[in-house]
């Protein structure tokens, strides 16, 4: 099993929706994890991090962290077709990346 | 601020080669990470290094290696290239202090034939 797992996708929403990206992890001693954006051809760009169980939100983004549940996941409210990208999540403590979960946007 | 660069930005070797790569990270910034991007395989961990020292290695072959400069600036080499080796090389800079988040250069594109 891997550290840290997302689904490839892609994940596919309309415009306007919610999309809703996951990451599980196995290292229950792991504390904080960040979310990075990659488009394609570039390189990743940190969008959000969470330290803490519950949510954190920060404008369209919210990352939800549930250290029982070993997973973390991030939500885009009002997707927009420039939020076509790869979210790529990572365990801090291991500094390991998930796959990465390829979201598409349509108008 | 100037964003963490990285050379060359493209490279062309051949298998049984040697490569060198750099990154200079942002200015203050002391610790200087680098990943091994692939289609297959995702973002992998190389190594990690701060004040000159590496405080982190992925599962990587000894072929594999790298150092930091007094200035912060970071290398790493490849020897003995072969097929695989052919990925994105990503380098990422982090602040001192409270902030974690890394901040990733544009990637050197090697590819081994």
């Known amino acids: 099993q891997k550290e840290v797992e997302q689904n490839s996708g892609p994940l596919s929403v309309p415009e306007g929706a919610i999309a809703s990206l996951n990451c599980t992890y196995s290292?229950?001693?792991?504390?904080?994890f960040f979310w990075y954006r990659q488009y394609s051809g570039k390189s990743p760009e940190l969008i959000m991090f969470?330290?803490?169980?519950g949510d954190k939100e920060d404008g369209r983004f919210t990352a939800q962290l549930n250290k029982a549940s070993q997973y973390v996941s991030l939500l885009i409210r009002d997707s927009q077709p420039s939020d076509s990208a790869t979210y790529l999540c990572?365990?801090?403590?291991?500094?390991?990346f998930g796959t990465g979960t390829r979201l598409l946007v349509s108008p | 601020k100037a964003g963490v660069t990285q050379t060359p930005r493209y490279l062309i070797k051949t298998r049984g080669q040697q490569v060198t790569l750099s990154c200079s990270p942002i200015?203050?910034?002391?610790?200087v990470s680098w990943y091994q991007q692939t289609p297959g395989q995702g973002l992998q961990f190389l190594f990690e290094?701060?004040?000159?020292?590496?405080?982190n290695k992925g599962n990587f072959p000894g072929r594999f290696s790298g150092r930091q400069f007094s200035n912060s600036r970071s290398e790493m080499n490849v020897s003995t290239l072969e097929l695989g080796d052919s990925a994105l090389y990503l380098c990422?800079?982090?602040?001192?202090?409270?902030?974690?988040?890394?901040?990733f250069g544009p990637g050197t594109r090697l590819t081994v034939t």
């Open positions: 990422a800079s982090r602040p001192p202090g409270q902030g974690y988040e890394q901040y």
């Open positions: 290292d229950r001693g792991s504390q904080s």
């Open positions: 969470i330290y803490s169980n």
């Open positions: 990572e365990g801090f403590q291991k500094l390991v």
């Open positions: 200015s203050g910034h002391r610790s």
């Open positions: 290094y701060f004040s000159e020292t590496q405080r």
